[in-house]
């Protein structure tokens, strides 16, 4: 019997996407995007500036939250979702010796229950990694 390995699942800084070159290439040219509603999910394969497979950015618009606890809620459960799929993830691109910056837009104007979160936001992945054959189960 293989001894049980102790995933941490923690979203740090190294995690979050900060470069502002990165963050402009997402938006105008990204390698793959996926839509589902309430989430857009764009993903650009390259270089990172940190030593890890994956680093994300989350958006939510002002336009449509005019409060900030609004849209510090929305990004919190996107967060916490992302935090339970990341070792899937990271094994994955790691399997293919990739790193990918990964930007996710909630597009929703309403707040939507966390299971609905969860439920579209793992099928948004699962779809924008399976158009490059890195797909997490």
Do not use: W
Not at 14 to 19: A, F
Not at 25 to 50: D, G, I
Not at 83 to 93: A, G
Request: proline letters at 6%; a positive charge.
């Amino acid at each position: 019997m293989l001894p049980a390995i102790k995933v941490r699942l923690s979203f740090s800084k190294k995690h979050r996407l900060c470069s502002t070159k990165l963050i402009e290439q997402l938006y105008s040219k990204p390698s793959a995007s996926s839509y589902l509603f309430p989430f857009k999910v764009s993903c650009l394969y390259t270089q990172l500036p940190e030593d890890m497979p994956l680093q994300t950015l989350i958006s939510v618009s002002s336009r449509k939250f005019k409060h900030a606890h609004d849209r510090n809620r929305i990004k919190r459960q996107i967060r916490e979702i992302l935090r339970h799929q990341q070792p899937l993830i990271h094994q994955l691109l790691i399997k293919q010796n990739k790193q990918a910056a990964l930007l996710i837009t909630f597009v929703g104007k309403e707040h939507q229950p966390f299971a609905f979160m969860q439920e579209r936001l793992n099928t948004t992945l699962q779809q924008l990694f399976d158009q490059h054959e890195v797909a997490p189960k």
